[in-house]
């Protein structure tokens, strides 16, 4: 009996943490709960009605007989490969720059970001305006210099396309050089002091120093990028509209197209078709996040 006396109370601190462990349980399922109708409502009604939409073999049979889409496959895969190294490799530069501790730099930095801070729309159409043939800011400015008549920026293809890939760079440029700064920042300055005391070179301290403890941020940053840029289309669509005759459209833009010429399975399967490019990224990416 006294040992059942005893035992007794040593019960009652479990009990008392086992409710209380049920309640917070409780609490955050409701508080997962609006989360989860967000994602259904947003996010996979939107995903399921879209494949739904894009379900019969004929939309992609049109799909591919449409040279446009060829165009845009073409464009994207050049966007990817060109634009997104160059950003990448101009922002590593730039975190080398911006991690000097000089007070001027700072001015600078704070300069370099308001690209990317600002809205795309009144930021991108005031690129477009600068690019007008007739009363744009630089061709009047080549006027008055040379007397000569610019050139029709967003009526060559291959021009406007560049075009597209520059202000992509440069709105996007800023936050992948404080990601790349904040990478550098993380490096212990004695690793940098013991390289100048063994009479390292800048560009030794950056090769073994640097870019060893930078690589799999780079990695994973060009990797993440590439996902965002294909389905990115404030560069392309509000720089050119897809202009001229549709042949600057990439595939996060191709869909809008057949959404104005009222298409809706065509521009439901553009969507789709992006998918075998989008997933092996996503893939590639949670591997090197779960390492």
Do not use: C
Not at 166 to 172: C, D, L, P, R, T
Not at 194 to 202: E, L, P, Q, R
Not at 231 to 251: E, I, K, Q, R, W
């Amino acid at each position: 009996m006294s040992s059942t006396a005893t035992a007794a109370p040593s019960l009652a601190p479990v009990v008392n943490l086992g409710a209380r462990h049920a309640r917070w349980q409780f609490w955050g399922a409701v508080m997962v709960v609006p989360y989860l109708l967000v994602f259904v409502v947003f996010v996979l009604y939107p995903v399921g009605y879209g494949l739904w939409l894009a379900r019969h073999p004929q939309s992609y049979v049109k799909l591919v007989e449409d040279p446009i889409f060829f165009r845009s496959v073409i464009n994207t895969a050049i966007f990817l490969v060109v634009a997104i190294n160059i950003k990448m490799l101009v922002a590593l530069v730039l975190s080398g720059f911006f991690v000097t501790s000089r007070w001027w730099i700072k001015i600078v930095s704070a300069i370099f970001i308001l690209p990317w801070a600002m809205p795309s729309i009144p930021t991108i159409l005031s690129v477009r305006f600068m690019l007008n043939p007739e009363w744009g800011v630089i061709n009047s400015t080549i006027f008055r210099l040379t007397g000569a008549d610019g050139p029709n920026w967003l009526n060559d293809p291959s021009l406007a396309l560049a075009l597209a890939m520059v202000v992509h760079v440069w709105k996007s440029l800023p936050f992948w050089t404080l990601i790349l700064v904040a990478g550098r920042l993380a490096i212990p300055a004695e690793q940098y002091e013991a390289a100048s005391v063994d009479g390292a070179s800048t560009w030794q301290k950056f090769r073994f120093v640097s870019w060893p403890a930078l690589k799999t941020l780079y990695v994973t940053s060009l990797i993440l990028s590439m996902i965002w840029t294909l389905g990115d289309f404030n560069s392309v669509y509000l720089l050119t509209g897809g202009g001229p005759a549709d042949l600057t459209h990439v595939l996060a833009t191709l869909g809008i197209r057949y959404l104005r010429l009222d298409q809706v399975d065509l521009s439901m399967a553009s969507i789709v078709v992006a998918l075998p490019l989008v997933l092996p990224l996503v893939y590639f990416m949670m591997k090197r996040l779960s390492k």
